[in-house]
């Protein structure tokens, strides 16, 4: 049980790791957005596949005033709060397994 419980340790470690790199990306995006990028750039275009997803749901919330788009502060919030419960929930299971 103990390999497993560092197995779950280390797929736990691995999400949290993807959810920093969308993190990051999506900062990129929320700068990218204040210059006028070349859309036809392959980090630009890889750096909206990516955080499209995540954005579109909160897109569609009417979270801009002003001409400011607030949906990527509330995207923040739920990554960090679907980071926290998943990793967490990971964390609980992998030392209940005796890691």
């Known amino acids: 049980m103990f390999i497993l419980g560092e197995l779950i340790k280390s797929v736990a470690l691995l ?3 993807v959810f920093n ?3 990051f990306m999506l900062v990129i995006r929320i700068v990218l957005s204040w210059v ?3 859309p036809y750039n392959q980090i630009v275009q890889i750096i909206y ?3 499209d997803p995540v954005l579109t749901p909160f897109r569609r919330l009417p979270l801009q005033m002003g001409g400011i788009d ?3 502060i509330v995207a ?3 990554l960090s709060v679907a980071r926290n419960f998943i990793v967490n929930v990971l ?3 992998a030392v ?4």
């Open 21 to 23: 790199i969308v993190y």
């Open 49 to 51: 596949k990516v955080t």
């Open 70 to 72: 607030f949906s990527p």
């Open 96 to 99: 209940g397994l005796g890691a």
């Open 91 to 93: 964390y609980r299971i």
């Open 36 to 38: 006028n990028p070349d």
């Open 15 to 17: 999400i949290s790791l």
């Open 76 to 78: 923040f919030l739920a």
